[in-house]
């Protein structure tokens, strides 16, 4: 069974400053690994996804996310944060050989101007 | 483009009620998902369907039941209905291949008196 661990609970930022979040999974086969966003009162939203290939992958509106094999990591990281970036953010694994979606407990990140 | 529909949005239950949560989608999706949402715990997964006329047990599955009455609906029922299932419910589907992103319904925000 695979699992996920986010070492952060809350990230308080100032506007304009990088932040970075951390994911660490847990599987005994390969995984898929993903990044969802949640804005108060709403659902989650896909902010990136990693399947296979580039170890690097990116989002459209900034955000960018490594998947390292040996470190079991998936962090993700912006380099430059907005005030509309304050949200919570969860990520999740998949194991190639289960149906199940696994998340992490969340980040909670908190842009200061 | 719905994408995944839930009702109801909100609800207030007494202790030892009944009820159940609709889920459906038109996205063409075998999997199905049920999560609930607790502060500070991420989503659990309570019950996940692979595809028509299947489903399994997730990570808190006690106090719930599930239909997948079709490809495109997947309901939970709540028989007895207690204080601790207070939560915010939400639905997910994903496309037939594993390795995809799921995509969320708004949720279910039930409150247990």
């Not at chain 2, 529909?5 to 909100?10: L, V």
């Not at chain 2, 239909?67 to 997947?74: G, V």
């Amino acid at each position: 069974a695979q699992s996920v661990t986010q070492l952060d609970s809350q990230v308080p930022v100032f506007e304009e400053a990088p932040v970075e979040l951390r994911c660490n999974y847990s599987s005994s086969v390969s995984v898929y690994l993903f990044w969802y966003v949640q804005y108060p009162n709403q659902g989650l939203q896909l902010l990136l996804k990693y399947l296979s290939g580039s170890t690097l992958v990116e989002s459209i509106n900034g955000f960018e996310a490594e998947f390292n094999k040996s470190q079991t990591s998936f962090h993700l990281r912006k380099p430059s944060v907005h005030i509309s970036d304050t949200a919570e953010y969860f990520c999740a694994v998949s194991a190639s050989n289960d149906y199940k979606l696994s998340f992490g407990a969340g980040t909670t990140v908190t842009v200061r101007a | 483009n719905a994408g995944v529909t839930q009702t109801p949005k909100f609800q207030v239950l007494k202790t030892g009620q009944s009820m159940t949560l609709q889920c459906a989608q038109d996205m063409n999706h075998n999997s199905m998902y049920w999560y609930r949402q607790d502060p500070g715990m991420g989503l659990r997964l309570i019950y996940y369907s692979a595809s028509e006329g299947t489903t399994d047990k997730g990570e808190v599955p006690n106090g719930y039941n599930v239909s997948r009455l079709n490809k495109r609906e997947f309901s939970l029922r709540l028989e007895s209905a207690a204080p601790s299932q207070t939560s915010v419910y939400f639905c997910a589907s994903r496309a037939d291949r594993i390795n995809t992103e799921a995509f969320f319904g708004q949720g279910t925000r039930l409150t247990v008196v």
